[in-house]
Nanobody, 122 residues
Framework: QIRLVESGGGLVQAGGSLRVSCIAS????????MGWFRQVPGKEHEIVGI???????WYSDPVKGRFTILRDFAKNKVDLQMDSLKTEDTAVYYC????????????????WGQGTQVTVSS
């Protein structure tokens, strides 16, 4: 059973950068796809990006070119580096792990963290 814990959220001005981290225990992330999702109140979880074990990544259109998923196998963690932040990036950010990671739907992933709040001010 993989346990995921996010950290690093906070308040940042528009145009700034922030990195959130996800540390895993109970299993190796090197054998799982890692996903980042975000959610704003009243809306469903939105996929942000996916990093597969064979070093391939995918990003959603709203964040492509601004966000980067970074994996550190030695520390069993994955980071989400967010640059050129916009007010519409404000959300709770979640990491997720899955043996396959083929779905962009939150409910299809096997393991989830508790989330960390990111607030971008204008």
């Amino acid at each position: 059973q993989i346990r995921l814990v996010e950290s690093g959220g906070g308040l940042v001005q528009a145009g700034g950068s922030l990195r959130v981290s996800c540390i895993a225990s109970g299993g190796s992330l090197s054998r799982h796809a890692m996903g980042w999702f975000r959610q704003v109140p009243g809306k469903e979880h939105e996929i942000v990006g996916i990093f597969w074990p064979y070093n391939q990544t995918w990003y959603s259109d709203p964040v492509k070119g601004r966000f980067t998923i970074l994996r550190d196998f030695a520390k069993n963690k994955v980071d989400l580096q967010m640059d050129s932040l916009k007010t519409e990036d404000t959300a709770v950010y979640y990491c997720a792990a899955d043996a396959v990671g083929a779905s962009r739907q939150w409910g299809d992933w096997g393991f989830w963290g508790q989330g960390t709040q990111v607030t971008v001010s204008s």
